[in-house]
């Protein structure tokens, strides 16, 4: 199996504080179990992604990528009160992105958003990663368009409001190849819609260990990329995009 970097997976470990989001807690997922996947998978790279049910703790994340090593990146989430030097030291240890939770209502308003995600950018050169519904999307458009670097989860959820996914790309939106079993949509032809517009745009993730999802990922969702794109398209997806995209700094 060719190289993978995987953009988006979870650490869960019940070591470190974790709380229900929307009565939700998640089973453990510890280092090792992803591990084990990741050498299955051949994963030589990725970013670990903080959850809801993680909200702002940062501790489990330090550890997570002291143990994964100088190819995984972390994505967090940052309460309204973090200091510039708090941020700073979270990039030192290879945090390059902050995640808004607007999905599963850890939002915060459309002003602070904007705010805090150019505050970040300029400080430490990350970006912003939303987990949004493609029906939102209309909503803040605007402010997207006008945000640095933005990524979007999960090819937006939903199939309303793809045509604004589709515009955002065209913009310079990424939008991660992820959570196939959570979609409501024929996945082949959005991966094509997606690649058609920016063959740089998707980038693949596991979407491990797959909680809250109506099915978990199975290697299956890698061969429908296969499948759908081909060797070269394939090769830009489950690697090369978000290696350029994680690991610029």
Same mark, same amino acid.
């Given at each position: 199996?060719?190289?993978?970097? &995987?953009?988006?997976?979870? $650490? $869960?470990?019940?070591?470190?504080?974790?709380?229900?989001?929307?009565?939700?807690?998640? +089973?453990?997922?510890?280092?090792?179990?992803?591990?084990?996947?990741?050498?299955?998978?051949?994963?030589?790279?990725?970013? =670990?992604?903080?959850?809801?049910?993680?909200?702002?703790?940062?501790?489990?994340?330090?550890?997570?990528?002291?143990?994964?090593?100088?190819?995984?990146?972390?994505?967090?989430?940052?309460?309204? +009160? !973090?200091?510039?030097?708090?941020?700073?030291?979270?990039?030192?240890?290879? *945090?390059?992105? $902050?995640?808004?939770?607007?999905?599963?209502?850890?939002?915060? +308003?459309? &002003?602070?958003?904007?705010?805090?995600?150019?505050?970040?950018?300029?400080?430490?050169?990350?970006?912003?990663?939303l987990h949004i519904a493609s029906?939102?999307?209309?909503?803040?458009?605007?402010? =997207?368009?006008?945000?640095?670097? *933005? $990524?979007?989860?999960? %090819?937006?959820?939903?199939?309303?409001?793809?045509?604004? %996914?589709?515009? %955002?790309? &065209?913009?310079? #939106?990424?939008?991660?190849?992820?959570g196939f079993g959570r979609v409501d949509f024929?996945?082949?032809? !959005?991966?094509?819609? =997606?690649?058609? *517009?920016?063959?740089?745009?998707?980038?693949?993730?596991? &979407?491990?260990?797959? !909680?809250?999802?109506?099915?978990?990922?199975? #290697?299956? +969702?890698?061969?429908?990329?296969?499948? *759908?794109?081909?060797?070269?398209?394939?090769?830009?997806?489950?690697?090369?995009?978000?290696?350029?995209?994680?690991?610029?700094?």
């Amino acid at each position: 199996m060719n190289p993978i970097f &995987d953009a988006h997976f979870h $650490i $869960i470990d019940p070591r470190f504080p974790l709380k229900r989001n929307r009565g939700f807690l998640p +089973d453990p997922f510890p280092f090792n179990e992803y591990m084990k996947r990741a050498k299955e998978l051949n994963i030589k790279g990725g970013a =670990i992604v903080s959850a809801s049910y993680q909200g702002y703790d940062q501790t489990y994340l330090m550890e997570a990528l002291e143990k994964l090593g100088p190819n995984f990146v972390g994505v967090t989430q940052l309460p309204k +009160d !973090t200091t510039d030097e708090e941020i700073l030291k979270l990039s030192r240890h290879g *945090v390059r992105a $902050i995640r808004f939770n607007i999905y599963n209502g850890l939002s915060a +308003d459309p &002003d602070y958003l904007e705010r805090l995600a150019n505050r970040v950018y300029d400080l430490a050169n990350w970006h912003v990663e939303l987990h949004i519904a493609s029906p939102s999307l209309n909503g803040i458009a605007a402010l =997207i368009k006008r945000l640095p670097a *933005v $990524i979007i989860d999960h %090819l937006g959820l939903e199939e309303e409001g793809q045509s604004e %996914l589709f515009e %955002l790309v &065209d913009h310079g #939106v990424r939008v991660k190849a992820s959570g196939f079993g959570r979609v409501d949509f024929n996945i082949k032809q !959005t991966l094509k819609s =997606i690649y058609s *517009v920016n063959p740089e745009a998707l980038l693949f993730g596991t &979407d491990l260990p797959s !909680t809250r999802a109506k099915r978990p990922f199975q #290697v299956e +969702d890698i061969e429908l990329i296969y499948e *759908v794109l081909g060797e070269k398209g394939a090769e830009n997806v489950l690697f090369s995009n978000a290696q350029k995209w994680y690991m610029k700094k």
